[in-house]
């Protein structure tokens, strides 16, 4: 991985922990920056119930990515959600997880709005 590509990476997780404090929290720091960190820390700490790993590149390999994520998450031994938060060049940023996830959060979120 080239100077420029590592560069570019970095700026994303940290764009990414901004955005997370932007929208309500404040812990939320790029995990290298931050703690010096590496290994299964995951790209972006502080948002809780979140194992984030961020991938701003043209050909991601999702599947390999979401498996980092789990593999990382599994090494903290925590119920963390492992999720990829992924950007290609003037592109949409996008999340992905499980299905199985996905559908504990949006679960949640439904019984939020009918209480």
């Not at 119930?49 to 990515?65: D, F, G, P, R, S």
């Not at 940023?93 to 019984?111: A, G, P, Q, R, W």
């Amino acid at each position: 991985m080239g100077r420029a590509s590592k560069q570019k990476g970095a700026r994303f997780e940290l764009e990414i922990a901004h955005y997370f404090k932007d929208h309500g929290y404040p812990d939320a720091c790029r995990t290298a920056q931050h703690c010096g960190k590496t290994g299964d820390a995951g790209d972006v700490e502080g948002v809780p119930h979140l194992h984030i790993e961020c991938k701003h590149v043209e050909k991601l390999n999702l599947y390999n990515a979401y498996h980092q994520s789990v593999r990382d998450n599994s090494a903290k031994n925590t119920d963390d959600i492992p999720v990829v938060i992924h950007k290609k060049n003037r592109e949409t940023t996008l999340v992905s997880m499980s299905l199985e996830d996905f559908l504990k959060i949006f679960s949640s979120y439904n019984k939020k709005e009918e209480d």
